[in-house]
């Protein structure tokens, strides 16, 4: 009876650390994810603010 509780202990263990695997580099890969989200938010932030600029400048030569 000790040996069988004690394989069925072994089995959830590696049961759980494989879970736990897969866990873990879902989690690694929505990090990269969400990295590259976030640079890819500031590159289209700064694009808006020259966009910006230019819709000032545009503005101010035809006002001039």
């Known amino acids: 009876a000790h040996e069988r509780e004690k394989q069925l202990l072994l089995e959830d ?8 695997e897969r866990f873990t580099d879902t989690c ?10 976030e640079e890819e938010l ?6 808006q603010s020259a966009v910006a600029q230019w819709e000032a400048q545009i503005t101010g030569i035809i006002q001039w």
């Open 28 to 37: 690694q890969r929505l990090q990269t994810d969400k990295r590259q989200l």
């Open 42 to 47: 500031a590159e289209l932030r700064s694009k």
């Open 13 to 20: 263990t590696k049961r759980v650390l494989a879970e736990l």
